[in-house]
T-cell receptor, first 112, second 114 residues
Framework: EAGVAQSPRYKIIEKRQSVAFWCNPISGHATLYWYQQILGQGPKLLIQFQNNGVVDDSQLPKDRFSAERLKGVDSTLKIQPAKLEDSAVYLC??????????FGEGSWLTVV | DQQVKQNSPSLSVQEGRISILNCDYTNSMFDYFLWYKKYPAEGPTFLISISSIKDKNEDGRFTVFLNKSAKHLSLHIVPSQPGDSAVYFCAAIESGGGADGLTFGKGTHLIIQP
């Protein structure tokens, strides 16, 4: 089966600009996650979707981050305006069950 | 407050020997644990998991041990191979509710020496 697809792979923006990341999960996976991984840290959950509904967004900085999953398939994560501390890898993962949580290759963001 | 801790940032092991990676957790509600392996510029890849109702799970060269009373788990790799050099993340889930995202440790960089 095809894996989790993410784009773009790399993005460099200036602070206060905006950026959007796209994720296409594995077909049939109802649960989708966005994680933020800062260099030297483990991934941190930003938001969890079940189909097109939000299950958990308690750690999403809602003043600048937003995410949506229209039609319960693809998802986008947006940052506006970006800050220097948003430099990180943004990982998308999808899940069939607890034993099958698959990650994409990540979108690397550098804010200068 | 870190709920999942990997206290060894790096570990160096000779090829052919056993690699033991450790993980501690503080949240007693965690009931499912997973290990992921990550190469540079790639996403984490699932390795092995264990439910809290078990104390051991084995898959080929990989074995995970869970000690619930100590809130400790470990990943054993035997024998260690050069391709095992990567960053290993321990992750935990509190299942049973709707919000069941993974909580990760900071990772351990495993280096297999020839």
């Amino acid at each position: 089966e095809a894996g989790v697809a993410q784009s773009p792979r790399y993005k460099i923006i200036e602070k206060r600009q905006s950026v959007a990341f796209w994720c296409n999960p594995i077909s049939g996976h109802a649960t989708l996650y966005w994680y933020q991984q800062i260099l030297g840290q483990g991934p941190k959950l930003l938001i969890q979707f079940q189909n097109n509904g939000v299950v958990d967004d308690s750690q999403l900085p809602k003043d600048r981050f937003s995410a949506e999953r229209l039609k319960g398939v693809d998802s986008t994560l947006k940052i506006q305006p970006a800050k220097l501390e948003d430099s990180a890898v943004y990982l998308c993962a999808s899940r069939r069950d607890l034993n099958t949580i698959y990650f994409g290759e990540g979108s690397w963001l550098t804010v200068v | 407050d870190q709920q999942v801790k990997q206290n060894s940032p790096s570990l160096s092991v000779q090829e052919g020997r056993i690699s033991i990676l450790n993980c501690d957790y503080t949240n007693s509600m965690f009931d499912y644990f997973l290990w992921y392996k990550k190469y540079p510029a790639e996403g984490p890849t699932f390795l092995i998991s264990i439910s809290s109702i078990k104390d051991k799970n084995e898959d080929g060269r990989f074995t995970v041990f869970l000690n619930k009373s100590a809130k400790h788990l470990s990943l054993h790799i035997v024998p260690s191979q050069p391709g095992d050099s990567a960053v290993y993340f321990c992750a935990a889930i509190e299942s049973g509710g709707g919000a069941d995202g993974l909580t990760f440790g900071k990772g351990t960089h495993l280096i297999i020496q020839p």
